[in-house]
């Protein structure tokens, strides 16, 4: 597991590296790259947001980086559980909350296992960004480019390997492909952030296929293609929603 | 003007992150839509991983990223330990460019 966090850790310090470079070669100063980092800690909206700055559109550029990151709502929605109990817990957890400490974490099993794969894949991601942050901003407009190093393809294939296992359950893989789609065929058309939140048309499908028929009894109820609508395959979704292909080799 | 935007993007994702985890105590969800919550995050992360992988600025990202993608992809579905997965797709997409590939 460490291993497997410190391999797109080093990934995002790269990244996180870049973009400290980009921005100061842009013209932010330092405190503001450094700040920005520490406080938004959200790299597509952060790049996002230089460049639109530097535009000269300060309110594009927060429209723009909000939509994007609106999809940690949901995030939240589903890791609430996993944070922990506490409140300071929920309040810092919530702020380590990204796409990647997302994927880690529910690619564990549900309970202490999956705790732990939050705050550590939090944790060190979290301080990967900012040391990149900072090597990029103390390296000007040195940095290399992370394009040449092939880094926006480590990202997009770790998210997938994290994904894989849990692609075995047939509701989700189902949403997933559908949403992916969506999201590739919308996104010439759309401003960035909204074509991944369409794809939560899938699962809005799902609830309201299942809001129609609040049938708890499930003898006769289900036909065979309604989705998961037997006991045992309902609860696969819940206890081991991702399950985890890859414990053994990786903690 | 700096402040102003570094402050309206921290608070704005910061309250998106923090509601979703505050509101999971608060709603009292039904069994099936606590289901759906990890379907539906598996999805938005499929359709990231997904934009991410083919598109730039709303156009096709090039050959060079998708492919070093799926080298990725194929290696996580032979059981390659992680990291190989991350060091495949990185080094064939910047090997591709190397060699020319946009």
Redesign the interface.
């Known amino acids: 597991m460490v291993r497997d966090v410190a391999a797109i850790g080093a990934a995002i310090v790269a990244v996180g590296a870049s973009f400290g470079a980009v921005a100061v070669a842009a013209g932010l100063p330092a405190w503001g790259v450094i700040a920005m980092s520490l406080l938004v800690y959200a790299g597509g909206a952060q790049f996002m947001a230089v460049g639109l700055v530097v535009a000269g559109s300060p309110v594009a550029a927060v429209l723009a980086g909000l939509l994007l990151n609106a999809r940690h709502l949901p995030f939240g929605l589903t890791l609430g559980d996993t944070v922990g109990r506490r409140l300071w817990q929920r309040l810092l957890g919530s702020h380590l909350m990204t796409d990647e400490t997302t994927a880690f974490t529910l690619a564990r099993p549900d309970g202490d296992a999956r705790r732990r794969a939050f705050w550590l894949a939090g944790t060190l991601l979290f301080v990967a960004w900012n040391v990149g942050t900072g090597l990029g901003v103390l390296a000007g407009g040195v940095a290399g480019d992370p394009a040449a190093l092939g880094l926006d393809a480590a990202f997009p294939a770790g998210l997938i390997a994290l994904l894989l296992p849990s692609l075995r359950d047939r509701d989700i893989r189902r949403a997933a492909l559908g949403g992916a789609a969506v999201a590739v065929l919308t996104t010439p058309l759309l401003p960035a952030g909204l074509p991944v939140l369409l794809a939560l048309v899938g699962p809005a499908l799902l609830a309201v296929h299942r809001l129609r028929q609040p049938s708890a009894t499930p003898t006769g109820a289900t036909d065979g293609s309604g989705p998961a609508d037997s006991p045992a395959e309902a609860r696969s979704l819940t206890s081991e929603a991702v399950p985890v292909g890859r414990k053994e080799q990786s903690c | 003007?700096?402040?102003?935007?570094?402050?309206?993007?921290?608070v704005?994702?910061?309250a998106?992150?923090?509601?979703?985890?505050?509101?999971?105590?608060r709603?009292d969800l039904p069994?099936?839509?606590?289901?759906?919550?990890?379907?539906?995050?598996?999805?938005?992360?499929?359709?990231?991983?997904?934009?991410?992988?083919?598109?730039e600025?709303?156009?096709f990202?090039g050959w060079?990223?998708?492919t070093?993608?799926l080298?990725?992809?194929l290696?996580?579905?032979r059981?390659a330990?992680?990291?190989l997965?991350?060091?495949?797709?990185?080094?064939?997409?910047?090997?591709l460019?190397l060699l020319g590939v946009p």
Do not use: E, H, K, N
């Not at chain 2, 998106?16 to 105590?25: E, K, P, T």
């Not at chain 2, 379907?39 to 997904?50: I, N, R, S």
């Not at chain 2, 997965?85 to 090997?95: C, I, K, N």
């Open positions: 003007m700096l402040i102003a935007v570094i402050v309206a993007l921290a704005g994702t910061y998106f992150r923090v509601s979703g985890v505050l509101l999971r105590d709603l069994v099936w839509a606590r289901q759906l919550l990890p379907v539906g995050a598996a999805t938005l992360l499929a359709a990231l991983a997904a934009t991410a992988a083919l598109t600025v709303g156009g990202a060079a990223r998708p070093g993608v080298v990725g992809v290696l996580a579905w059981r330990p992680f990291v997965v991350v060091v495949g797709a990185a080094a064939s997409t910047a090997l460019r």
